[in-house]
């Protein structure tokens, strides 16, 4: 008996797409409940220690990106914001793989869960301060950045979106090995 052809592989995964909706969904969700419980039980000045110092819970609300950079020019990160949202619905359109859902879905989480503090937080539209909260080894970004969830998500899903392009998997499923990829250079 003759196997059948395969056919031409559907243009995305509903299942995939799911993974990259719930993931987003889920990471905005915590993010906000997060935020909400920081800016109901957290004071400026007033940061809790845990786990011995490893973590301080300070409350800071950031005009700018990490380390505040940028805050001078606030409107440009929900501008950028809304580039990347369009670029994640663009590349779910040809989404089969589901580690690439999982990452895509972390970075729209955090993507929109960082602009939801710009669009709908003091002092305005395309002007509000994100509120951070995570600080490491010191109360104040000493060592390294204050931060969110959202910040957390973004973090993870973009080095989890470079293990996979450096590993040759694609988001359409399909798998180029690293010696191909160095022989088409």
């Not at 905005?28 to 997060?34: F, G, I």
């Not at 809790?48 to 440009?76: C, K, M, P, Q």
């Not at 690439?100 to 955090?110: K, R, Y």
């Not at 602009?115 to 010191?138: E, K, Y």
Request: charged letters at 20%.
């Amino acid at each position: 008996m003759d196997e059948p052809e395969p056919g031409p592989k559907p243009r995305f995964s509903g299942r995939a797409v799911a993974v990259l909706g719930a993931t987003a969904v889920v990471a905005v969700a915590l993010d906000q409940w997060v935020k909400w419980l920081s800016t109901e039980n957290l004071d400026e000045g007033n940061p809790v220690r845990v786990l011995g110092g490893l973590i301080y819970l300070s409350l800071l609300r950031n005009s700018g990106a990490a380390f505040s950079f940028g805050e001078d020019h606030t409107w440009v990160f929900p501008v950028i914001t809304l580039v990347v949202i369009g670029w994640i619905g663009y590349m779910a359109t040809k989404l089969r793989s589901l580690p690439w859902a999982l990452a895509l879905g972390l970075v729209l989480g955090g993507a929109l869960g960082n602009l939801g503090d710009r669009l709908f937080r003091a002092p305005g539209p395309f002007h509000g301060h994100v509120v951070d909260m995570i600080s490491l080894f010191g109360p104040y970004a000493e060592y390294f950045a204050v931060f969110n969830i959202a910040d957390s998500c973004l973090s993870v899903g973009v080095v989890l979106a470079v293990l996979l392009e450096l590993t040759g998997r694609q988001r359409d499923g399909s798998r180029i090995s690293v010696r191909k990829k160095k022989d088409q250079k």
